[in-house]
Protein backbone atom coordinates (compact mmCIF):
# COMPACT_ATOMS: atom_id res chain seq x y z
CA UNK A 1 0.00 0.00 0.00
CA UNK A 2 0.98 3.27 -0.80
CA UNK A 3 -0.08 6.97 0.07
CA UNK A 4 0.53 9.79 -2.48
CA UNK A 5 0.22 13.50 -2.44
CA UNK A 6 -1.61 14.23 -5.91
CA UNK A 7 -1.21 18.12 -5.70
CA UNK A 8 -2.62 20.37 -2.28
CA UNK A 9 -6.10 19.18 -2.54
CA UNK A 10 -5.72 15.15 -3.48
CA UNK A 11 -4.69 11.89 -2.08
CA UNK A 12 -4.14 8.25 -3.63
CA UNK A 13 -4.14 5.46 -1.99
CA UNK A 14 -2.52 2.74 -4.46
CA UNK A 15 -2.93 -1.31 -4.01
CA UNK A 16 -1.77 -3.73 -5.55
CA UNK A 17 -1.43 -3.06 -9.57
CA UNK A 18 -3.56 -5.89 -10.64
CA UNK A 19 -7.23 -6.36 -11.71
CA UNK A 20 -8.69 -8.96 -9.20
CA UNK A 21 -11.50 -8.55 -6.59
CA UNK A 22 -9.65 -8.98 -3.60
CA UNK A 23 -8.25 -5.95 -4.62
CA UNK A 24 -10.78 -4.13 -5.77
CA UNK A 25 -13.27 -5.04 -2.97
CA UNK A 26 -10.56 -3.49 -0.53
CA UNK A 27 -10.27 -0.80 -2.20
CA UNK A 28 -14.15 -0.18 -2.00
CA UNK A 29 -14.02 -0.78 1.52
CA UNK A 30 -11.68 1.43 2.19
CA UNK A 31 -13.54 4.43 0.25
CA UNK A 32 -16.88 3.17 2.08
CA UNK A 33 -15.18 3.63 5.20
CA UNK A 34 -13.15 7.07 4.68
CA UNK A 35 -16.59 8.77 3.17
CA UNK A 36 -18.79 6.66 6.34
CA UNK A 37 -16.42 8.79 8.76
CA UNK A 38 -17.42 12.20 7.35
CA UNK A 39 -13.87 13.89 8.28
CA UNK A 40 -13.77 17.45 7.78
CA UNK A 41 -13.34 18.81 4.68
CA UNK A 42 -13.53 15.38 3.14
CA UNK A 43 -15.22 16.37 -0.07
CA UNK A 44 -15.39 12.86 -1.85
CA UNK A 45 -13.96 9.67 -2.29
CA UNK A 46 -13.28 7.80 -5.52
CA UNK A 47 -12.15 4.44 -5.75
CA UNK A 48 -10.83 2.61 -8.80
CA UNK A 49 -10.07 -0.82 -9.49
CA UNK A 50 -7.30 -0.82 -7.27
CA UNK A 51 -7.01 3.15 -5.81
CA UNK A 52 -8.67 5.73 -3.95
CA UNK A 53 -8.27 9.12 -4.33
CA UNK A 54 -9.42 11.44 -1.79
CA UNK A 55 -10.52 15.10 -2.41
CA UNK A 56 -10.65 17.34 0.78
CA UNK A 57 -10.04 21.00 1.15
CA UNK A 58 -6.73 21.75 1.80
CA UNK A 59 -7.85 24.69 4.16
CA UNK A 60 -10.32 22.70 6.87
CA UNK A 61 -8.56 19.15 5.96
CA UNK A 62 -6.09 17.88 8.91
CA UNK A 63 -3.90 15.91 6.72
CA UNK A 64 -1.87 13.80 8.87
CA UNK A 65 -5.07 12.91 10.95
CA UNK A 66 -6.55 12.28 7.03
CA UNK A 67 -3.83 9.86 6.56
CA UNK A 68 -3.44 8.19 10.08
CA UNK A 69 -7.16 7.46 9.41
CA UNK A 70 -6.26 5.73 5.96
CA UNK A 71 -3.67 3.70 7.67
CA UNK A 72 -6.02 2.59 10.67
CA UNK A 73 -8.71 1.29 7.62
CA UNK A 74 -6.36 -0.01 5.98
CA UNK A 75 -5.28 -2.30 9.17
CA UNK A 76 -8.82 -3.80 8.96
CA UNK A 77 -9.19 -6.97 7.08
CA UNK A 78 -11.68 -6.26 4.38
CA UNK A 79 -15.02 -8.17 5.29
CA UNK A 80 -15.10 -11.66 3.91
CA UNK A 81 -18.49 -10.86 2.15
CA UNK A 82 -21.07 -8.17 1.97
CA UNK A 83 -24.81 -8.88 2.07
CA UNK A 84 -24.89 -10.16 -1.63
CA UNK A 85 -26.38 -7.66 -3.92
CA UNK A 86 -29.25 -8.72 -6.65
CA UNK A 87 -27.78 -9.16 -10.15
CA UNK A 88 -28.30 -6.66 -12.50
CA UNK A 89 -29.51 -7.58 -15.81
CA UNK A 90 -28.74 -6.11 -19.00
CA UNK A 91 -30.97 -7.00 -21.78
CA UNK A 92 -28.63 -6.74 -25.06
CA UNK A 93 -29.04 -7.16 -28.92
CA UNK A 94 -25.85 -8.60 -30.53
CA UNK A 95 -24.70 -7.81 -33.46
CA UNK A 96 -25.52 -6.26 -37.14
CA UNK A 97 -24.94 -2.66 -37.30
CA UNK A 98 -25.61 -2.63 -33.37
CA UNK A 99 -22.42 -4.67 -32.68
CA UNK A 100 -20.33 -4.24 -35.72
CA UNK A 101 -17.32 -5.96 -33.82
CA UNK A 102 -18.92 -8.87 -33.09
CA UNK A 103 -16.84 -10.72 -36.56
CA UNK A 104 -13.73 -9.42 -35.44
CA UNK A 105 -14.09 -10.90 -31.89
CA UNK A 106 -15.75 -14.09 -33.13
CA UNK A 107 -11.86 -13.94 -35.12
CA UNK A 108 -10.21 -13.44 -31.96
CA UNK A 109 -12.07 -16.57 -30.02
CA UNK A 110 -11.49 -18.76 -33.11
CA UNK A 111 -14.96 -19.20 -32.57
CA UNK A 112 -18.78 -18.74 -34.24
CA UNK A 113 -20.71 -15.24 -33.61
CA UNK A 114 -23.32 -16.91 -31.39
CA UNK A 115 -20.31 -18.76 -28.73
CA UNK A 116 -19.09 -15.04 -28.57
CA UNK A 117 -22.56 -14.30 -27.25
CA UNK A 118 -23.00 -16.80 -25.03
CA UNK A 119 -19.56 -16.86 -23.50
CA UNK A 120 -20.10 -12.72 -22.76
CA UNK A 121 -23.65 -13.04 -21.57
CA UNK A 122 -23.20 -16.40 -19.02
CA UNK A 123 -20.77 -14.48 -16.70
CA UNK A 124 -21.70 -12.53 -14.06
CA UNK A 125 -19.24 -9.55 -13.95
CA UNK A 126 -18.37 -6.86 -11.25
CA UNK A 127 -18.43 -3.65 -11.64
CA UNK A 128 -15.10 -2.40 -10.43
CA UNK A 129 -15.39 1.18 -10.87
CA UNK A 130 -17.25 4.01 -12.51
CA UNK A 131 -15.59 6.16 -15.10
CA UNK A 132 -14.89 7.95 -18.42
CA UNK A 133 -17.76 9.51 -18.35
CA UNK A 134 -20.85 9.74 -16.08
CA UNK A 135 -22.15 6.40 -15.39
CA UNK A 136 -19.72 4.24 -17.41
CA UNK A 137 -19.03 0.86 -15.84
CA UNK A 138 -15.75 -0.66 -16.25
CA UNK A 139 -17.26 -5.20 -15.84
CA UNK A 140 -15.31 -7.84 -15.63
CA UNK A 141 -13.53 -10.12 -16.09
CA UNK A 142 -14.42 -11.36 -19.44
CA UNK A 143 -13.99 -15.29 -20.37
CA UNK A 144 -10.24 -14.76 -22.11
CA UNK A 145 -10.97 -16.39 -24.96
CA UNK A 146 -13.16 -13.26 -26.04
CA UNK A 147 -11.03 -10.64 -24.39
CA UNK A 148 -10.35 -9.11 -27.40
CA UNK A 149 -7.97 -5.93 -27.26
CA UNK A 150 -9.24 -2.36 -27.70
CA UNK A 151 -9.45 -1.34 -31.86
CA UNK A 152 -5.94 -0.05 -32.95
CA UNK A 153 -8.49 2.77 -34.17
CA UNK A 154 -10.94 4.40 -31.92
CA UNK A 155 -14.35 5.66 -33.33
CA UNK A 156 -14.79 9.24 -33.33
CA UNK A 157 -18.81 8.65 -32.40
CA UNK A 158 -19.92 5.39 -30.37
CA UNK A 159 -23.60 5.38 -30.09
CA UNK A 160 -25.36 5.54 -26.27
CA UNK A 161 -26.37 1.93 -25.33
CA UNK A 162 -23.31 0.18 -26.80
CA UNK A 163 -22.15 -2.97 -25.41
CA UNK A 164 -18.52 -3.47 -25.98
CA UNK A 165 -15.08 -5.27 -25.04
CA UNK A 166 -11.69 -4.47 -24.49
CA UNK A 167 -9.35 -7.07 -23.08
CA UNK A 168 -11.12 -8.85 -19.83
CA UNK A 169 -13.36 -5.94 -19.55
CA UNK A 170 -16.84 -5.34 -20.52
CA UNK A 171 -19.00 -1.84 -20.70
CA UNK A 172 -21.69 -0.39 -21.89
CA UNK A 173 -21.27 3.69 -23.49
CA UNK A 174 -23.86 5.87 -21.22
CA UNK A 175 -23.68 8.77 -23.58
CA UNK A 176 -22.29 9.24 -27.72
CA UNK A 177 -18.55 9.32 -27.40
CA UNK A 178 -15.60 8.31 -28.57
CA UNK A 179 -14.40 4.81 -28.04
CA UNK A 180 -11.82 2.27 -28.68
CA UNK A 181 -13.62 -0.86 -27.28
CA UNK A 182 -15.06 -3.98 -29.71
CA UNK A 183 -18.82 -2.85 -30.21
CA UNK A 184 -20.64 -6.51 -29.84
CA UNK A 185 -24.24 -4.90 -29.16
CA UNK A 186 -26.50 -2.32 -27.96
CA UNK A 187 -28.64 -2.48 -25.06
CA UNK A 188 -32.01 -0.22 -24.35
CA UNK A 189 -30.78 0.68 -20.52
CA UNK A 190 -30.02 3.75 -19.59
CA UNK A 191 -26.77 3.63 -16.88
CA UNK A 192 -26.92 7.01 -16.37
CA UNK A 193 -30.12 9.56 -16.21
CA UNK A 194 -30.38 12.79 -14.40
CA UNK A 195 -34.13 12.35 -14.36
CA UNK A 196 -33.72 9.46 -11.86
CA UNK A 197 -34.06 9.34 -8.39
CA UNK A 198 -30.76 7.34 -8.20
CA UNK A 199 -28.95 8.80 -12.18
CA UNK A 200 -26.29 5.92 -11.68
CA UNK A 201 -27.82 2.45 -12.62
CA UNK A 202 -24.56 0.54 -11.80
CA UNK A 203 -22.02 1.77 -8.44
CA UNK A 204 -18.98 -0.12 -7.90
CA UNK A 205 -19.11 -3.94 -6.04
CA UNK A 206 -22.48 -4.41 -8.17
CA UNK A 207 -23.04 -7.77 -10.18
CA UNK A 208 -24.60 -8.09 -13.54
CA UNK A 209 -25.34 -10.06 -16.52
CA UNK A 210 -26.04 -9.43 -19.66
CA UNK A 211 -29.07 -11.63 -21.98
CA UNK A 212 -29.47 -11.69 -25.67
CA UNK A 213 -32.90 -9.97 -27.20
CA UNK A 214 -33.53 -9.68 -30.84
CA UNK A 215 -33.94 -6.57 -32.55
CA UNK A 216 -37.55 -6.34 -32.43
CA UNK A 217 -37.47 -6.42 -28.59
CA UNK A 218 -35.23 -3.95 -28.43
CA UNK A 219 -37.43 -1.57 -30.65
CA UNK A 220 -40.03 -2.24 -28.18
CA UNK A 221 -38.22 -1.58 -25.31
CA UNK A 222 -36.51 1.94 -26.28
CA UNK A 223 -40.34 2.86 -27.19
CA UNK A 224 -41.40 2.35 -24.27
CA UNK A 225 -38.94 4.22 -22.57
CA UNK A 226 -38.96 6.77 -24.96
CA UNK A 227 -42.68 7.06 -23.90
CA UNK A 228 -41.87 7.23 -20.15
CA UNK A 229 -39.47 9.88 -20.77
CA UNK A 230 -42.38 12.26 -22.47
CA UNK A 231 -44.48 11.41 -19.77
Known amino acids: MTILAAGDSALVVELEERIDVVVNARAIALADAVQSAALVGVRDVVPTYRTVTVYFDPLRTDYPALVRRIEAELMHPTPASAA ?60 ERIAAPRRATPRVRVPIGSVGIAGVQTGIYPAETPGGWQLIGRTPIKPFDPRRAQPFLMRPGD ?25
Open 84 to 143: PRPVIRIPVCYGGELGPDLPEVAAFASAGEDEVIRLHSSAIYRVFMLGFVAGFAYMGIVD
Open 207 to 231: AVQFYAIDRDTLTAMERSAAVGDAS
